[in-house]
T-cell receptor, first 115, second 110 residues
């Protein structure tokens, strides 16, 4: 199956700083990438959809100025959590799909802890 | 709209069977099933695309009903390794965007 690599696996940062998370498709061209957030004992909640070369589409309630998404190439999307606060601590997971593909492949997730 | 999974939690003895249901208020293009262990990313189990489709591997199978609004995951002769939280992810079109159910926590005891 297709491989999606997410980096870092975990990160601890101070409140007020920014954190960047990378999502790479290693063996296919990901025209679309999805970013999810999962709080403990909850489901995966879709944050945004990004298409290569265009602006991301954010789900209702997700602050686009706080969660900056860049999808500059067909193999890389980044999520930057700006001015992170403890309530942003969560498990962030990306998935990627190729052009008009139904199946999405997940990265291994990034656990963000803001102290 | 988030699909509804039932039951929310189930406890099994090793070797017992279980069924997890996923129900949507609208017609679906696809249903994807995942299992997630604590602290890890979800692991893909299977995808169903056609109404009436059934598929499986090993002792895990799933169905997607004809009206394409409901799917069920069947776990037969459960093993300890089946423990985890099971999520259904639903897609309303051909793209990979999925909306996940709230999850079903499954615990298999020896």
């Amino acid at each position: 199956g297709a491989v999606v690599s997410q980096h870092p696996s975990w990160v601890i940062c101070k409140s007020g700083t920014s954190v960047k998370i990378e999502c790479r498709s290693l063996d296919f061209q990901a025209t679309t990438m999805f970013w999810y957030r999962q709080f403990p004992k909850q489901s995966l909640m879709l944050m945004a959809t990004s298409n290569e070369g265009s602006k991301a589409t954010y789900e209702q309630g997700v602050e686009k100025d706080k969660f900056l998404i860049n999808h500059a190439s067909l193999t890389l999307s980044t999520l930057t959590v700006t001015s992170a606060h403890p309530e942003d601590s969560s498990f962030y997971i990306c998935s990627a799909s190729s052009d008009r593909s139904t199946e999405a492949f997940f990265g291994q997730g990034t656990r963000l802890t803001v102290v | 709209q988030q699909p509804v999974q039932s039951p929310q939690a189930v406890i099994l003895r090793e070797g017992e069977d279980a069924v997890i249901n996923c129900s949507s208020s609208k017609a679906l293009y696809s249903v994807h099933w995942y299992r997630q262990k604590h602290g890890e990313a979800p692991v893909f189990l299977m995808i169903l695309l056609k109404g009436g489709e059934q598929k499986g591997h090993d002792k895990i199978s799933a169905s997607f009903n004809e009206k394409k609004q409901q799917s069920s995951l069947y776990l037969t002769a459960s093993q300890l390794s089946y423990s985890g939280t099971y999520f259904c992810g639903t897609g309303v079109n051909q793209g990979g965007k999925l909306i996940f159910g709230q999850g079903t926590e499954l615990s298999v005891k020896p």
